[in-house]
């Protein structure tokens, strides 16, 4: 049985990690022929980090946050991006979860992105985006460890 790959949704944090899983998002949307969406999500503050800041700083600061992020996915496609269609997407929330939903929003049939490879305490304190895509995700998912 052969899959058509129509759709990649390939999720950027504009890291290291997140470049190199670019190479392998962009080499498969041209192989397939399909188009690339690229995601950027921008963490959500929780309760407590907001009452921290003033509400009139913290909108300046979410909108600040948000066109840098667009930036960053315009510059990212304009390098890397020549020849594919392409559709950038910058979406505030837990990272995990707007993958998971864009996803199935984009009808892709693969998700592309990097992981750090963290280990021990270091995984158990700031866990694994990568991780919890890849178990509850019903699209494959392929991860791209950073090389160091």
Known sequence: ???????????????????????????????????????????????????????????????????????????????????LSVTTHAVVGAPFKVILDMGGKVNADLIVMGTHGRTGMEHVIVGSTAERVVRRSKIPVLTVRCED
């Open 1 to 83: 049985m052969t899959r058509n790959i129509k759709n990649i949704l390939f999720a950027t944090d504009f890291s290291d990690s997140s470049q190199q899983a670019a190479d392998y998002a962009v080499t498969l949307a041209h192989l397939t022929d399909a188009k690339l969406h690229v995601l950027h999500v921008i963490n959500e503050l929780d309760e407590h980090q907001r009452v921290m800041i003033p509400r009139e700083a913290f909108l300046v600061l979410e909108k600040e946050v948000g066109i840098q992020a667009v930036k960053e996915l315009e510059k990212f496609c304009k390098e890397q991006t020549e020849g």
